[in-house]
């Protein structure tokens, strides 16, 4: 019998907040929410920003104008190309408006810099060492004491960006130094390079000497390294794997790129769109539109990581439960038009995991499921994609399938995308609520609806009831991937019957310090005792401190070897 991954953990930092605690996904269902909770949300989020204006903290969190960057988007450096008398080429500085003036950037006031010696690290790289921190706070347990319980080698960290770190910090002050007469830094190139988030983390984070590494894959990234920690926990070849991913591609070479492209919500679109003239302001809260009348994504940044261990571990230290990954999937498309025209991939990994999930957990699992979808707010997407869940929900029996997009609330934010939309799917199950599509008013026409349900308004559900979310991501060039994530009361289920109740009796009791430590650290963080967990230069290996013979390897600091 496979091992199941179980999701113990999770922390990260978007456009709505702290994901640890549902923190961020009850910043995008805030009006469903009770007194209590609403409160408590505000709360996280005054403590990131430094106000405890409520205006001001919802003013300042999810897509919105630019507000949060260290460049003025309406006066961009430009180097404009003239002749001089004697004809040859000249450029002079001037600045111009970038046509992009929407973004899913951090909660205004939060700088993840300030909360550890950052060291000129680019701002991808300080968000990991913040959100790997934050899930290794929710999991209740210290990182050493759940390192003594499994090998050195039984740890792995996949993580990374899709476009690397291109800020002044890594390669885009890398690449523009001679032009701006400044010299490259040491440490520029190698921190630009797009492996660099788990590089971090196993290096200041953890002290991880297990497996290592990134697949990148456009917008699908997340879902890529998802795939390599399940099968890696289900084989036993790893027993606790970190995935994640950051990016911060909040810059104005990035900005343009895209829009370049015609792929961004640009402020004239927008406007244009709601049928407003040159002058009047465009509608930048509701940039990004899924599934209704759209013009283009709206670039994000983020950082999501997620702690999965397997089932024999997770019962054996009582660790929280919060899910489990059923099936991950991933297709290309086969010849293409262009690069970025959807094909057929994704029809593939959809209707795979659907039927994985099927054959594991019934029929009714299926028609007790809902979709993430990756919704990017394109006029080919809402297109493209609507007809892939219409066809599936068709070949499987489905009715009013639940379909929502949570880059309404928090943009696109490339590898990172998908871990938003997981990290979405686990409020569902804590609150019973999945949230609406709020900045879509009504579903274009063009959208295929046979069979689906879009929902434009938080919807309460029946969280032991919903036993499935499933997470899609279309990614540039072909990448397709989507996973179902089975449920915190049916992963329970599961695990009673694979060990027996009193295996799982001995886990609920197991359970209770570790749910009230991961509290205490939630209470801590809302206090503003924000300290993320930074090791430069702490207990450092040395070849001196191994012990080696022909069996096993045994490192200073670990109880367990590594076996030969």
Request: aromatic fraction near 6%.
């Amino acid at each position: 019998m496979k091992n199941l991954a179980v999701i113990t953990g999770f922390g990260g930092i978007n456009a709505a907040g702290r994901s640890a605690g549902h923190h961020a996904f009850r910043r995008m269902v805030l009006e469903s929410l009770s007194p209590a909770d609403r409160e408590r949300t505000l709360t996280a989020l005054a403590a990131l920003m430094g106000t405890t204006d409520e205006q001001a903290i919802l003013d300042g969190t999810l897509v919105r104008e630019w507000d949060n960057v260290d460049w003025d988007a309406k006066a961009v450096p430009f180097h404009e190309p003239f002749k001089d008398a004697d004809g040859n080429q000249c450029w002079r500085l001037t600045h111009r408006r970038l046509p992009v003036q929407s973004a899913g950037q951090m909660p205004k006031g939060f700088d993840p810099a300030k909360l550890y010696r950052s060291h000129h690290h680019p701002r991808g790289l300080q968000m990991a060492v913040f959100a790997a921190s934050d899930a290794l706070g929710s999991l209740g347990v210290e990182w050493e004491t759940l390192c003594q319980h499994v090998g050195p080698d039984e740890i792995a960290v996949y993580a990374g960006s899709s476009m690397g770190q291109n800020d002044g910090y890594g390669n885009g002050g890398m690449l523009q130094s001679a032009l701006l007469g400044k010299r490259t830094s040491s440490k520029q190139c190698a921190m630009g390079m797009s492996q660099m988030p788990a590089d971090f983390i196993n290096a200041y984070v953890l002290g991880n000497v297990g497996k290592t590494g990134s697949i990148t894959a456009a917008c699908a990234t997340f879902l890529y390294n998802l795939q390599m920690a399940k099968n890696d926990i289900e084989s036993g070849r790893r027993r606790i794997v970190i995935v994640g991913n950051a990016e911060s591609p909040l810059v104005p070479e990035i900005v343009e790129g895209y829009n370049a492209m015609t792929a961004l919500a640009s402020e004239a679109n927008l406007k244009k769109l709601d049928g407003k003239n040159a002058e009047e302001a465009a509608d930048l809260r509701r940039a990004c539109r899924p599934f209704g009348e759209n013009c283009g994504f709206t670039i994000a940044e983020s950082a999501q990581f997620f702690i999965l261990t397997d089932d024999k571990l997770a019962l054996e230290l009582g660790l929280s439960i919060h899910g489990s990954i059923g099936d991950v999937q991933v297709n290309a498309d086969g010849y293409k038009k262009s690069i970025s025209n959807p094909g057929v991939g994704n029809y593939l990994t959809m209707a795979k995991v659907m039927a994985s999930t099927r054959r594991e957990l019934g029929d009714e699992a299926l028609k007790n499921s809902f979709v993430h979808a990756h919704g990017s707010s394109t006029p080919q997407n809402r297109v493209t994609e609507s007809h892939i869940y219409e066809e599936l929900a068709r070949a499987f029996g489905i009715s009013d399938w639940p379909i929502t997009a949570v880059k309404t609330f928090v943009g696109h934010s490339l590898a990172a995308a998908s871990a938003d939309q997981l990290m979405a799917t686990l409020g569902t199950w804590a609150t019973g609520l999945i949230p609406g599509i709020k900045t879509t008013d009504k579903i274009a026409d063009d959208v295929h609806q046979q069979g689906l349900e879009f929902v434009l308004q938080d919807k309460s559900v029946d969280s032991d009831k919903m036993v499935v979310g499933f997470v899609n991501a279309k990614g540039f060039g072909g990448n397709n991937a989507s996973a179902a994530i089975i449920s915190p009361t049916k992963t329970r289920e599961l695990l009673q019957a694979r060990h027996g109740d009193s295996a799982l009796q001995n886990w609920m009791n197991n359970n209770q310090a570790v749910a009230a430590a991961s509290q205490a650290y939630d209470d801590a963080m809302l206090r503003g005792e924000m300290e993320p967990r930074y090791r430069f230069g702490e207990n450092v290996l040395e070849p001196a401190d191994l012990e080696i013979t022909d069996t096993e390897i045994r490192i200073r600091g670990w109880d367990k070897p590594v076996i030969l």
